[in-house]
T-cell receptor, first 112, second 119 residues
Framework: DTGVSQNPRHKITKRGQNVTFRCDPI?????LYWYRQTLGQGPEFLTY????????KSRLLSDRFSAERPKGSFSTLEIQRTEQGDSAMYLC??????????FGPGTRLTVT | AQKITQTQPGMFVQEKEAVTLDCTYD???????LFWYKQPSSGEMIFLIY??????QNATEGRYSLNFQKARKSANLVISASQLGDSAMYFC????????????????FGQGTILTVHP
């Protein structure tokens, strides 16, 4: 399978814990995006990487959130000191040169 | 202000019939792109169709077509010959340049429309 992959698919954590998600984009896609989707809503943009450079971050991305793409391939999204409001589906997408974005299956986070 | 508006929370269609899902958008940019994605219950977002703001012809991809009316700022998705597998959430999205004029490609999504296809 050569699509976008995300791990883990599901994560349950207690409030206050740190969590990290991983995204492996389609190879050779230099653009990588993170979105967050809450129940019944459309995805909301979080951040964007072009190769290893993080070029844009949404105001939704508070100081507790950090994302990296160290070698321009896979990316990680870390949430520190999780809160119940962080419960959502976290979607990763990749694209070549600003064309359509291909999404992964998402990581569903539940904070108890 | 809402950039993408999908006014139909839910739509029903009989199998083999056509259905139109509405989408209106708001932008002051001349260069932008409009996308439709399908999200089945499994959660994965599936790209369906793309329309560029400078494209003069309406986009088509198999049973999907995009009815692009630039002056009215609408980009409705038409699904012909509906199938049971078309039952899903459908999102309209827009890509527009940043304030600085560059385009990083981030998408702004609407609220979605749940489509149910009846046998």
């Amino acid at each position: 399978d050569t699509g976008v992959s995300q791990n883990p698919r599901h994560k349950i954590t207690k409030r206050g814990q740190n969590v990290t998600f991983r995204c492996d984009p389609i190879s050779e896609h230099n653009r990588l995006y993170w979105y967050r989707q809450t129940l019944g809503q459309g995805p909301e943009f979080l951040t964007y990487f072009q190769n290893e450079a993080q070029l844009e971050k949404s105001r939704l991305l508070s100081d507790r959130f950090s994302a990296e793409r160290p070698k321009g391939s896979f990316s990680t999204l870390e949430i520190q000191r999780t809160e119940q409001g962080d419960s959502a589906m976290y979607l990763c997408a990749s694209s070549p040169r600003g064309a359509e974005q291909y999404f992964g299956p998402g990581t569903r986070l539940t904070v108890t | 202000a809402q950039k993408i508006t999908q006014t139909q929370p839910g739509m029903f269609v009989q199998e083999k019939e056509a259905v139109t899902l509405d989408c209106t958008y708001d932008t002051s940019d001349q260069s932008y792109g409009l996308f439709w994605y399908k999200q089945p219950s499994s959660g994965e977002m599936i790209f369906l169709i793309y329309q560029g703001s400078y494209d003069e012809q309406n986009a088509t991809e198999g049973r999907y077509s995009l009815n692009f009316q630039k002056a009215r700022k609408s980009a409705n998705l038409v699904i012909s010959a509906s199938q049971l597998g078309d039952s899903a959430m459908y999102f309209c999205a827009m890509r527009e340049p940043n304030a600085g004029g560059t385009s990083y490609g981030k998408l702004t999504f609407g609220q979605g429309t749940i489509l149910t296809v009846h046998p």
